[in-house]
Every structure is written in structure tokens, then in C-alpha cells.
């Protein structure tokens, strides 16, 4: 390995023999910042100047371990319009810097555009983002130049130990000196070219769409993409303060500017993205707002793909639609969707392998031909190409009838908010143990009275329960903020709607306080 730069230090020896030194397993300890899928996510008040620093210091020491980044080479770094993210961007860069490496500053643009520009030129890339969870947290998103950080990296990461140079600075984890970014390098035109090579400027010709813009920060490249593929787009919503949308949890407000936004225009459809703009939001011309993976599945099938990959949270409508060859179920996260396609891909390496997830991010594994205009892989979550794909084909239709075209297998999202990690692993433990027949008598007595009997039970992920009436129940803690997971499936949206809030009702009143009954 080359040698560091005086002001970031590595020590191979014992842990008790490098007192300044912290792994970051005991960053994480003490900050309470986990390093989980694919980056960091936690509190503002937590993520400091100087622990932000420490992980981007580790994610770039662990990047030199593997030859994949040395003194002198660019890292790209972008952000979100979170109002703490330019702080925490300059935490980045410092790192950056400190490491030897060459910041490449492109700004605030969707993590799907810089996840295509950085692994086109295989260089790292950082990405400053909370995704879709409120303005009170925030997080960053660590690129490998061949890709999204693996769970098969996490270890490599955690293990590292840094210890940054304290003058930086103040008493409270601050910088003292910010030092001007680079100029602005300009990537969102090669990424709108993606789309209009492959689908052509006439894909939405005659379309109109609506772009629920809030505080996407990918909210005017949508609009340069739309209307570069021949649509008229009428903006709504625009909001200069951070909205927290979540495509799995479509906020009651949303669903009521959608409604109010068709019933005032003529509109083909309404679109939108979460915060950093790798998740969608696609609505019909009622401003009816689909489910992820059923925009997902949509995208899938037209773009012709073999083999889909989807973890558990996904609706069964995959399976039941016939479309592909195999359908592939993995743990909730894209690392475990990627790491799942790169295997299909190697199975069957002239397969189009897809990735989706119930948020409606499609991860494209192989690249897709259409004459001589082929569409790259991009095995990363991104949220134009479904929005395109679903719109393109809606054109020839409309999207209620491409919805109506797929078996009736309606999910639901919601969560109960403010339950810790301990107390979640701790009602699904206590719902999984004995034997199989235990566990099967437990689950009835919860939840017999709105599924059923119990017909099967998945632990891919969580606890995932399918039962007699054709309904699913699907608990899991999540893995970003101190919430309780609950998705459910049934025949329609309005029964898997009613499944979710009885099976909360449950949850809350009954089970945790069981549980955990202290």
C-alpha cells in the first residue's frame, strides 16, 4: 500500500496499541451513524463535520486496500437539497483531499446520475443524501468505481481505523476551514442522453405529464428529460424547503395534490422521484399513484428482461405475470439485489437481468439493444428509466390499463415510527420461536382474524407470512431509521390497505407492549 499523507494515519497494530486511532465499528458505537447499506444514514445533530470526515476516510482507505483508489486519482462527490448537505459535502471533500485524492464536484444532481457518470470513467463517487427520510437526518452513499458498496465490502470498511488530524477542527466536530469546492462539472445532459438515445425524441410525442417536482433534487433534469422525448410537461408542487417523499409510504397529502392536480389538468399522467431521485412515482391520469413494484414490474417487461431479481417485499404479481424466465427473491437492499443479478448474469450471461424494488427503483444488469441504440446497465436504483418505460408504453394506451394488464396482486407499505432496533428484533424473535408448528399456532393467534391460517412463513427478510385468504403480512425492522416495517399484499389496494392498518393496530396495542413489556 502507498504511503498516506501525514494528516491520515493508518496503524496495522493492536487496537490497544493505537490509542488516537478508531475502527469504525467504534465510530458507530459512539456516534450512534451505522454504516449499513451501501453508506451511512443518522441525525444531523450526529453526523459532525469530523465523523463524516472518518468514514469517507475509511470508505477511501478501504477503497486503496483493494487497488481501487490511490493519491492523485478523482473522486466524484455530489448532494441532495437537504439544508445540511453542502456541510457535510465539505466534510467529504476535505477527506478527499486528505487522502490525496482530486475532488470532482458535480453538484446537486440525482444519485442515479452520478452513479452513471463516476462508473463510466471507474473513478469513486460519494453522494450526500438522506434519501426519502426527513430533513432532521441525512446520510452519504459510498460508490465503488465498479459500483454500489456490497454487503461483501461492509466487512473491509468496518474494520478500518483512522484517526483525523484534530486541528481540522473545533470542539465540536466542525470544520475550522472549509475549502472552496472545484468549479461545478456538469453531468445531468449525459444523462438525460441516456434516455432520449435509447427510447428516441418522439417516445412521448402527444404525451402530457405532470412533474410533482417538491424537493427532488433531480426535479428539473425530469423535466429536461420529458420534454426531450417530445412531451409537454406541466411542473406542480415545486417547494423550496425539504419534503420528505416516500415512495413506499405515499404520504395522505400526496395522494390528495395528485388527485387535485388531474382533476384540474389533462394529464396522461403525473410523475415524481424521492429526494435524491433514484426512487419513482408514477400516477395515472386520475393521479392514481402506483405501487413501486408494480411501476417496477412494468419497466421490466418492457424492456424485455429474462431474468428479475426482487427481494421479498416485492408483490407476487412477478411470478403470476409469466413474463420472465425467473424470478429471483433476495433480502431487502439494493447490495443484496445487485449481488443476486451479478450471479443470475453469470448464469446465463446473454440474459437481460433486471433488478427491482418495492420502491420502484429498477437496478438494469445487462445492457438492453434496440437497433443500434443500446440502453447501458446501470446497476444502480434509478427512476427516469421506469418512469420512461412506463410512460413510453402507456403512449400505445394508458397506464390504468397497463396496471390492469398484470395479475391483481395489490402491496401496501406503512410503519409504526419511534420502535428501536432491540424492540423490533425483539417482538420478531419472540413471533419465530419453537418449531414450525409453534410458530404457525403464534402467528394465527395474532393475526388469524384478518389473514387466516397460515400457509406459509418466509424469514428472507424480516417475517414474511402468507396465509390461506390470499393475503401477505410482512414485518421487518428497517434498516435506516428506528421504524417498524409492515407490508401487506392482497387481491386489491383498498383490502391490502385495510390488512396493513388492522395488522398495525395489532402491532401497536397488543404485540410490542407484549414483547417488550417493560
Same mark, same amino acid.
Given at each position: ?42 441525525p ?7 465523523l463524516?470526515f ?10 486503496r ?10 473522486? *466524484? ?15 467529504? +471533500? ?79 466536530? +466542525? ?22 438515445g ?21 426535479r ?31 404520504r ?7 388527485? *387535485?392536480?388531474a ?7 403525473i ?6 431521485s ?17 411501476t ?26 409469466? !413474463?420472465?424466465? +425467473? ?9 443484496y439485489v ?55 408504453? !402507456? ?8 396496471? *390492469? ?9 406503512d410503519r ?8 423490533s428484533a425483539?417482538l ?7 418449531? +414450525? ?5 403464534r ?34 425492522a ?15 389496494? !383498498? ?24
Amino acid at each position: 500500500m502507498n504511503a498516506l499523507p501525514n494528516d491520515m494515519k493508518v496503524d496495522d497494530s493492536p487496537p490497544s496499541e493505537g490509542a488516537a486511532l478508531k475502527s469504525v465499528r467504534t465510530l458507530m458505537t459512539q456516534s450512534g451513524v451505522p454504516f449499513g447499506t451501501s453508506g451511512i444514514r443518522g441525525p444531523v445533530s450526529a453526523m459532525t463535520d469530523a465523523l463524516c470526515f472518518a468514514y469517507t476516510s475509511a470508505f477511501l482507505q478501504y477503497l486503496r486496500s483493494i487497488d481501487e483508489f490511490a493519491p492523485g486519482q478523482p473522486v *466524484a462527490l455530489a448532494g441532495d437539497l437537504r439544508p445540511s448537505t453542502p456541510r457535510i459535502v465539505q466534510a467529504c +471533500a476535505a477527506a478527499v483531499r486528505a487522502a490525496g485524492g482530486v475532488v470532482v464536484n458535480c453538484g446537486l444532481v440525482p444519485t442515479p446520475a452520478l452513479a452513471y457518470y463516476a462508473l463510466g470513467r471507474k473513478m469513486p463517487s460519494i453522494m450526500v443524501t438522506g434519501s426519502h427520510i426527513p430533513a432532521d437526518r441525512n446520510g452519504i452513499k459510498f460508490y465503488r468505481p465498479t459500483g454500489e458498496v456490497l454487503k461483501s465490502d461492509e466487512a473491509g470498511i468496518l474494520e478500518q481505523r483512522v484517526s483525523p488530524d484534530d486541528s481540522l477542527f473545533d470542539a465540536s466536530g +466542525a470544520l475550522l476551514s472549509a475549502e472552496p469546492l472545484p468549479p461545478t462539472v456538469e453531468i445531468n445532459s449525459a444523462y438525460r442522453d441516456r434516455y432520449v438515445g435509447f427510447f428516441g425524441a418522439d417516445a412521448l410525442k402527444g404525451m402530457t405529464v405532470g412533474v410533482y417536482q417538491h424537493s427532488a433534487v433531480g426535479r428539473d433534469v425530469l423535466v429536461s428529460v420529458l420534454e426531450a422525448l417530445g412531451a409537454i410537461v406541466l411542473p406542480f408542487g415545486r417547494s423550496e424547503t425539504f419534503v420528505p417523499v416516500d415512495t413506499e409510504a405515499i404520504r395522505d397529502e400526496d395522494i390528495i395534490l395528485a388527485h *387535485a392536480w388531474a382533476n384540474d389538468h389533462t394529464v396522461d399522467a403525473i410523475v415524481s422521484t424521492d429526494g435524491d431521485s433514484d426512487r419513482p412515482l408514477v400516477a395515472d391520469a386520475q393521479g392514481t399513484w402506483l405501487r413501486g413494484d408494480i411501476t417496477a414490474l412494468l419497466c421490466a417487461r418492457a424492456l424485455g428482461a429474462d431474468r428479475v431479481v426482487t427481494p421479498v417485499s416485492s408483490n407476487s404479481a412477478a411470478e403470476l405475470s409469466r !413474463a420472465f424466465v +425467473a424470478v429471483r427473491r433476495t433480502r431487502i437492499g439494493s447490495p443484496y439485489v445487485i449481488a443476486a443479478m451479478q450471479e443470475e448474469i453469470a448464469a446465463d450471461p446473454g440474459a437481460i437481468v433486471c433488478g427491482y424494488e418495492a420502491n420502484g427503483g429498477v437496478l438494469l444488469g445487462s445492457t438492453v439493444l434496440d437497433g443500434d441504440h443500446p440502453l447501458d446497465a446501470l446497476p444502480t436504483r434509478d427512476a427516469v428509466l421506469p418512469i420512461v418505460s412506463v410512460l413510453a408504453a !402507456a403512449r400505445r394506451s394508458s397506464v390504468a390499463e397497463l396496471v *390492469a394488464s398484470l395479475p391483481q396482486r395489490a402491496t401496501h407499505s406503512d410503519r409504526l415510527p419511534d420502535v428501536a432496533p432491540a424492540q423490533s428484533a425483539a417482538l420478531l424473535g419472540w413471533l419465530r420461536e419453537g418449531s +414450525a408448528e409453534e410458530q404457525r399456532a403464534r402467528i394465527e393467534t395474532c393475526f388469524g382474524t384478518i389473514g387466516g391460517q397460515v400457509v406459509e412463513i418466509d424469514t428472507t427478510d424480516g417475517l414474511r407470512v402468507t396465509f390461506d385468504r390470499g393475503v401477505v403480512i410482512h414485518l421487518r425492522a428497517s434498516g435506516n431509521a428506528p421504524e417498524l416495517r409492515c407490508y401487506t399484499e392482497a387481491t386489491t389496494a !383498498a383490502a391490502a390497505e385495510d390488512l396493513s392498518r388492522c395488522a398495525l393496530i395489532i402491532l401497536r396495542d397488543e404485540l410490542l407492549p407484549l414483547s417488550h413489556p417493560d
